[in-house]
């Protein structure tokens, strides 16, 4: 099981970006999908997470401005983010919760590899 992010990269201040995450491999189903991120010299910490009937939680810091969602159908989750701010950088990681077919993995939360979003001011 393989989880896939992209769409970092470095955006003005109230610019926007949209992140996306797959997950891949011989998986059976998927329960809670999200983001964490970890900003330099600091630890990860939640962003958004969804559950797989669509419910959301958001960190206060993001609430209004950024939104995750998710297409179950291809076991993919998204972060729409607007509004950036300088301290919104950090590298992004998303994450599921997730149960592989029976002899193929571990079930419990899989972490994709982590995508930078860098926010100038």
């Known amino acids: 099981v393989q989880l896939q992010a992209s769409g970092g990269g470095l955006v003005q201040a109230g610019g926007s970006l949209r992140l996306s995450c797959k997950a891949s491999?011989?998986?059976?189903?998927?329960?809670?999908m999200g983001w964490y991120r970890q900003a330099p010299g600091r630890q990860r910490e939640l962003v958004a997470t969804?559950?797989?009937?669509?419910?959301?939680n958001y960190a206060d810091s993001v609430k209004g401005r950024f939104t995750v969602s998710r297409d179950n159908a291809r076991d993919t989750v998204f972060l729409q983010m607007t509004s950036l701010r300088p301290e919104d950088t950090a590298v992004y990681y998303c994450?599921?919760?997730?149960?592989?077919?029976?002899?193929?993995?571990?079930?419990?939360?899989?972490w994709g590899q982590g995508t930078l979003v860098t926010v100038s001011s």
């Open positions: 969804i559950t797989i009937t669509g419910l959301t």
């Open positions: 491999g011989s998986i059976f189903n998927i329960k809670d």
């Open positions: 994450y599921a919760d997730l149960v592989p077919h029976l002899g193929r993995g571990t079930p419990g939360d899989h």
